[in-house]
């Protein structure tokens, strides 16, 4: 993505080198402590309009998901941050 804001994520562990070269500034991708494998399809959930014609008909949007998801749940622990590593 050029300029802007990177779309974020969660659960999702990465390294960054801000001064490397376009295309290899992203390394070690992890769901979890698991490698992001190239080939696989991943199901993911986002607030941001990116690819917004990828959402199926008739799904819900991601709030309406969230919403459902926090009301079944009498409390919430909080998330440890993903935060990336800067090499």
């Not at 819900?60 to 409390?75: F, G, H, N, Q």
């Amino acid at each position: 993505q050029q300029g802007g804001d990177m779309v974020r994520v969660g659960g999702m562990r990465y390294a960054c080198s801000p001064l490397a070269k376009m295309g290899e500034r992203i390394s070690d991708m992890r769901l979890g402590d698991v490698p992001i494998e190239a080939g696989k399809i991943y199901k993911v959930a986002g607030w941001a309009p990116v690819a917004e014609e990828a959402r199926g008909a008739g799904s819900p949007p991601i709030w309406e998901v969230i919403e459902l998801y926090l009301r079944s749940r009498k409390t919430i622990k909080p998330s440890q941050l993903n935060l990336p590593r800067l090499l």
